[in-house]
């Protein structure tokens, strides 16, 4: 596997797209083992396609594309400005607020950073932001979404770890509330500091708290539904995904009207092309993961690992040291599909509950959109507010600072990720 993952670093290094990369050099182990039968990477990359449970991952891209040009974006963003507009820095607060209630929406933390930057941005800059603060707040407190349910890497976790995915949902909950209140703080910090003032005078009323809510409850009930309806087997995993584009297209087309044939053919265009990236990176990982099952690359880093040390906490640390450092440079889906395999294993035999140690994975690798040198909500922040890479990353340091915390807290304290899988689902 030496040689495979020396073809897969140069070819990331030349700038293939990941997904042939990843088939390309996976495709190299079967020319080292000519005793293998080379139709496997073939059959390994369709059976991969056929996995009943990643029915789910469409169904979502598909659901969180609806319910974002159905009208709920302005709606959370108008019910985030009610709740925080009143504390200092109160856009840069607004963008911590929207950003958790999108969770429940989008699911990608890219366009989360693209869409918030694209809004918020320009008014943060007229408002005398930097624009380095104002695409860093943007593109950091994006780590939210993928932590809310249903984010799309706790499906891919769950999938290929087997681990519930109904718990992975219920256990993203507080951690990305966590994560909120602590970006939360890192703004109010910079914003007292350069004297960033509020986006309204006074806190909103509890009336206007209800008129806003009210217009966003179809938004704030979603994630709710989904925990509902997998809680009680009403849906299963894979259903659940069909039953969150049933919601949308209903929100869309009788609760706000918005939903037109034209905006449902634009979804639909976004969502093929989408699932399409998605779904062949899912297909051709399989040749990839094939050859680490093969030459028992799990065992020899599961070894590896806990000869380290016997204290589960300093295994824990040096996994999610080495997963920033390869989430800098490889895309955080690649890394839960390569990467679950060999270390929910060792997570498992130093006593580390599945769910709680998905959180904290997809969390950490997620991070890597957020920094250099391949950060993909990075560069599309950025590239919306026209801001030099040098400015944002000047303007990261609290915000790397306050996700380090949340994920460290995360990790100490494990009720926080399994309080309500265990309250809800026993």
């Not at 507080?174 to 910090?189: C, D, E, H, K, Q």
């Not at 799990?298 to 016997?310: M, Y």
């Amino acid at each position: 596997m030496l040689l495979v993952a020396i073809a897969f670093i140069v070819f990331l290094f030349l700038g293939m797209p990941v997904a042939f990369a990843i088939g390309i050099s996976g495709f190299l182990f079967f020319l080292q083992h000519l005793e293998l039968p080379i139709t496997i990477p073939i059959q390994v990359t369709i059976s991969q396609t056929q996995n009943f449970a990643l029915l789910a991952v469409p169904m979502f891209i598909f659901a969180g594309n609806l319910l974002n040009r159905a009208g709920i974006t302005q709606r959370l963003m108008d019910l985030a400005s009610v709740l925080t507009g009143h504390l200092r820095g109160g856009l840069a607060q607004i963008s911590a607020v929207l950003s958790t209630l999108m969770g429940g929406v989008s699911g990608s933390c890219i366009a989360d950073a693209a869409m918030e930057c694209r809004m918020l941005g320009p008014e943060m800059v007229k408002r005398g932001y930097s624009k380095g603060f104002s695409v860093a707040v943007n593109v950091w407190t994006s780590l939210i979404v993928p932590t809310i349910p249903p984010g799309i890497g706790l499906i891919l976790y769950g999938t290929v770890g087997q681990v519930s995915i109904g718990r992975l949902f219920a256990g993203g909950i507080l951690p990305g509330l966590l994560l909120m209140f602590f970006f939360m703080i890192a703004i109010s910090f910079t914003a007292k500091k350069r004297g960033y003032l509020p986006e309204r005078e006074h806190r909103a009323s509890f009336r206007e708290i209800t008129k806003a809510t009210s217009r966003s409850i179809w938004a704030i009930l979603f994630p709710f539904l989904l925990l509902f309806g997998l809680r009680f087997g009403i849906f299963t995993p894979s259903e659940v995904g069909s039953f969150a584009v049933i919601y949308g297209l209903g929100v869309g087309l009788f609760a706000y009207r918005e939903l037109s044939l034209r905006k449902l053919g634009e979804v639909l265009n976004d969502t093929i092309t989408d699932v399409g990236a998605v779904m062949y990176l899912i297909a051709l990982s399989a040749i990839f993961g094939y050859g680490i099952v093969f030459d028992r690359i799990p065992e020899v880093i599961a070894n590896s690992l806990l000869g380290l040390s016997s204290n589960p906490f300093v295994l824990i640390f040096v996994i999610v040291l080495f997963l920033i450092i390869a989430g800098m440079f490889v895309d955080g889906s690649v890394l839960i599909l390569m990467l679950t395999p060999i270390l929910l294993p060792v997570a498992r035999q130093v006593g580390f509950d599945p769910v709680h140690f998905g959180l904290v994975f997809v969390i950490t690798v997620t991070l890597g959109n957020m920094t250099p040198p391949v950060g993909s909500a990075m560069y599309a922040g950025c590239a919306v507010l026209d801001t030099p890479i040098e400015e944002y990353i000047h303007e990261s340091g609290l915000f790397f600072l306050a996700a380090i915390i949340a994920i460290a807290l995360l990790i100490f304290f494990p009720q926080i990720v399994l309080f309500l899988p265990n309250l809800l689902f026993g």
